[in-house]
């Protein structure tokens, strides 16, 4: 055979080569070297291979490279390999390996299926993903199903994708994406990083979301930056978010919830719905809040329900409701506001100033305002600013006041109380203290309304004692 060429080795043809093979050992491959075992090995048929048996091709295929791959073709190369197993494949090693797929085409890799790729793969290493290239390895990825990607595990799925590129994933498409990402684990998400992570999400759909859950996504999500996240858009990331449950939202936490949040629109918040928002916004800090600003909050707080708000907490609330502003707050919705309003305690009331105070009383309906409750209905008055108060408007004002006790109402300072009774329209006297002592001084007597004495025993004035003691000290 060592003196033989390729036009011998036609004229002998692929049944006569294949019988000759057989009766050589592993020495005798050696000493025939790459090229003459390539040009037999091209004289030889499917059926051939067949009869050889996968360790007589092995053996054979150990002693070409990477040229003769080349002169046989990926169909040649694919009927070989095709009568190999997995063991013959770790003979082989991941270099041959390579070598051979790199011959290889689409067609070839269709006619191998899966699982035989799948024992190809298992054999390669980094170094020969990457000579093999996105397009070679996502053609190859095409032909596996999700008990190949199971079989070869998160670390080699990883050196794969680590290969390809934006249009690889695009060929592949998000059911494949979902199958591989699947079955690898936080390790293999870190070291594909945030640009892979958001090239390979970028080509699945809520589907594929679904399928994977949340642990899944979070532990991707974790590994993206806000420029990766920002690429994926409001809607990749809502339909991510919608499968996430509430531990997923804590161990993200809350800078990355904040850069999700900065890139989604009012429609994600509506299909992402209250529940989600409200684990959202309760794991970020009040500098995560800042940095979404008014207007995203807003449209956060727009698609709550008030059990939502209260589960945000009243820490966050406020912070909301400071980011937001007096004109937002207003106009946010009865039960948005009202929301709110329950969310917090007195102690965040406080921390409020006066405008937002007043934007979040009036963004509640009237006859609704006392749901909020006397105690921070107090407080609320007693925290806006005096010359602020008018700003309520007198319906507003007396719903509230009408909800809080009389002995709250006692301790409002003097100028609060007589903004109040301005704004109420009742200062009949233009006073500037609700004391009676301080109204009696401010208008001469002349000008004092007075009661006809035959008309004081039809009034309760008839029951008083001393009708100075009636009018004496505060109107409240």
Known sequence: TMN????????????????????????????????????????????NFMSLGGDKLAAMTMNMGADNFMAMGGDKLADMTMNMQGDQFAQLGGDKLADMTMNMEASNFMALGGDKLADMTMNMQPDNFMAMGGDKLADMTMNMGADNFMALGGDKLADMTMNMQPDNFMALGGDKLADMTMNMQPDNFMALGGDKLADMTMNMGADNFMALGGDKLADMTMNMEGDNLQKLGGGKITMMAMNFERDNFGKLGGDKLAKMALNMEGNNFGELGGKKIAMMAMNMEGGNLQELGGDKIESMAKNMEINDLIDVGGDNIAVMA????????????????????????????????????VGLAKGIDTDEIAEVGKERLFTMVDSIEVDV????????LSSMMGAVEGDQITVLAEEKKVSIIDTLD??????ESADFTAIMESIPESERPSIPEDKIGKTKLNEAENLSSAFSGSLF
């Open 322 to 357: 400071m980011e937001m502003g007096g004109d937002k707050l207003s106009a946010i919705g009865n039960e948005q506001a009202k929301g709110m309003a329950i969310a917090m305690d007195n102690t965040h009331i406080e921390t409020l100033a006066s405008d937002q105070i």
């Open 389 to 396: 108060v008018k700003d309520l408007g007198g319906d507003k």
């Open 426 to 431: 009742a200062n009949f006297f233009d006073a």
């Open 4 to 47: 033989m060429q390729g036009d011998q080795f036609a004229q002998l043809g692929g049944d006569k080569l294949a019988d000759m093979t057989m009766n050589m050992e592993a020495s005798n491959f050696m000493a025939l070297g790459g090229d003459k075992l390539a040009d037999m090995t091209m004289n030889m048929g499917a059926d």
